[in-house]
C-alpha cells in the first residue's frame, strides 16, 4: 500500500557528512509523520529524528545540533542531511512514515528497508 525506499547511506571518517533521502510511493492518502529510526548491532531501534506534515521537527538528543531533518510533502520524501558524524552513528537507519493509505480510513506505520551508515574513527 505505502511504499518507502531510503537511499545515501554509505562510509564515512568521523566529522564527515552524509545525506539520507525517503520517497514514498504507492496508494498513499495523507502521511501524518515521517522520520528516520536507526539500530545498530546488538541495540534496539531509536528515534533519530521525526517532522510532521506541517515541518514540526523533534531530534534525539544525540543528534542534535548535528543532523537536519527536512520535508518535501510534494515529493512526498524526507530527507536527513547528518554532520560532524561519530563513529557511535554507525548504525542502519531506517525510514519511517505514519501514514494513511487510499483503502483504508485508519493510518498505519510503514517502514523502510534500511541503509547502512558507517563512520569510521
Known amino acids: 500500500q505505502v511504499q518507502l525506499v531510503e537511499s545515501g547511506g554509505g562510509l564515512v571518517q568521523a566529522g564527515g557528512s552524509l545525506r539520507l533521502s525517503c520517497t514514498a510511493s504507492?496508494?498513499?492518502?495523507?502521511?501524518?509523520?515521517m522520520g528516520w529510526y536507526r539500530q545498530a548491532p546488538g541495540k534496539q531501534r531509536e528515534l533519530v529524528a521525526t517532522?510532521?506534515?506541517?515541518?514540526?521537527?523533534n531530534y534525539a538528543d544525540s543528534v542534535k545540533g548535528r543532523f537536519t531533518i527536512s520535508r518535501d510533502n510534494a515529493k512526498i520524501a524526507v530527507n536527513l542531511q547528518m554532520n560532524s558524524l561519530k563513529p557511535e552513528d554507525t548504525a542502519v537507519y531506517y525510514c519511517?512514515?505514519?501514514?494513511?493509505?487510499?483503502?483504508?480510513?485508519?493510518?498505519?506505520?510503514?517502514w523502510g528497508q534500511g541503509t547502512q551508515v558507517t563512520v569510521s574513527s
Open positions: 519511517y512514515a505514519n501514514a494513511r493509505p487510499t483503502t483504508s480510513e485508519f493510518s498505519y506505520s510503514y
Open positions: 504507492g496508494s498513499i492518502f495523507s502521511i501524518n509523520f
Open positions: 517532522i510532521t506534515s506541517g515541518r514540526s521537527a
